[in-house]
């Protein structure tokens, strides 16, 4: 089973990689009780990190991406690891707004353009490697593109879609990442700008049952490619008691010691998946004992 795949054109010229986001977006719809305009909008940043993380080098590497345009939806956040498993949040789970001019959901008017899409990576350096770009369109998709062509200078084609039904449940997702390498000829850009015209919305594709292999397809069509591989990409949270307990440690032993007077059980709510992790007053004196300690 995999739901995403990579292909190279033999020439070494273009890589392409195509997913079906569908049971990712659907996830991330049930966990965070999205409005329409919401989980399409997240839904479209999950399937994209999940793209860029099958692009790390090493199954622990992380990326995050972060869009932030000033707009109702707040931040919305997705990270994905080296394996394209990706988890996200947005700061607000229901934003109502009309369709757009196109009928569409307006996933542009929810995130907004005043701001800007962060890409974060970390490759197990000291420091992880931030690139930040202004927003473009606020539909996701495009301000990918225009990331990788201002911040990493590669000519990239990025498409996005969640199909979201009228019960609010989503009917389809995916997305495809076209990637030029250095020297690829105008003929080549050409045809691609052409297969992809020919091409119907990813997610019609997708709602229509076409696999990753068949996008990849239509993407390349006219050119002779190799499958680099295939993949399952899920929805997957690595939250964990310890990993918490961390992040309160963080917080500093006074803040920890304010949380232990103010209430018995500090309940502690993951932002990427439903788990809630409890503390009492005195496993958090601990915690702000050990911190101290660790100084
Ligand atoms: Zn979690």
Do not use: W
């Not at 079906?20 to 305009?37: C, D, G, K, L």
């Not at 990190?49 to 990326?63: D, Q």
């Not at 869009?67 to 109502?96: H, Q």
């Not at 201002?150 to 084609?157: C, K, R």
Request: net charge negative.
């Amino acid at each position: 089973m995999h739901n995403l795949a990579r292909a190279i054109t033999t020439d070494g010229g273009v890589i392409c990689v195509a997913i079906n986001s569908t049971s990712i977006a659907a996830r991330s719809e049930t966990i965070h009780a999205t409005s329409a305009v919401v989980s399409a909008g997240l839904g479209r940043l999950l399937t994209a990190a999940s793209m860029m993380g099958s692009m790390m080098k090493e199954e622990s590497h992380t990326v995050t991406l972060r869009i932030n345009g000033g707009g109702d939806v707040g931040s919305l956040i997705a990270v994905a690891d080296g394996r394209a498993n990706v988890r996200g949040y947005p700061t607000n789970p229901v934003v109502e707004l009309p369709l757009n001019a196109h009928g569409k959901l307006d996933v542009a008017g929810a995130v907004g353009k005043d701001g800007f899409l962060a890409v974060i990576k970390d490759v197990g350096l000291d420091e992880p490697m931030s690139g930040y770009s202004p927003i473009v369109s606020g539909e996701i998709a495009e301000d990918i593109t225009y990331y990788y062509a201002t911040s990493e200078q590669i000519p990239t084609v990025c498409s996005l879609g969640v199909l979201v039904a009228p019960d609010l449940r989503v009917q389809a997702a995916g997305g495809f990442l076209i990637q030029l390498l250095p020297g690829a000829e105008e003929s080549t850009i050409t045809r691609i700008e052409q297969n992809i015209e020919a091409m119907p919305a990813i997610s019609t594709l997708i709602d229509g049952g076409a696999t990753p292999m068949d996008v990849i397809k239509a993407c390349l069509d006219g050119f002779d490619f190799d499958i680099l591989d295939t993949r399952q990409a899920d929805y997957v949270c690595n939250c964990s008691r310890d990993r918490v307990e961390k992040a309160l440690i963080s917080l500093g032993a006074e803040e920890l010691l304010v949380m232990a007077d103010d209430q018995e059980t500090t309940e502690v709510s993951c932002h990427f998946c439903p788990k809630k992790y409890r503390f009492s007053s005195e496993e958090l004196k601990l915690l702000a004992k050990s911190q101290k300690s660790s100084l």
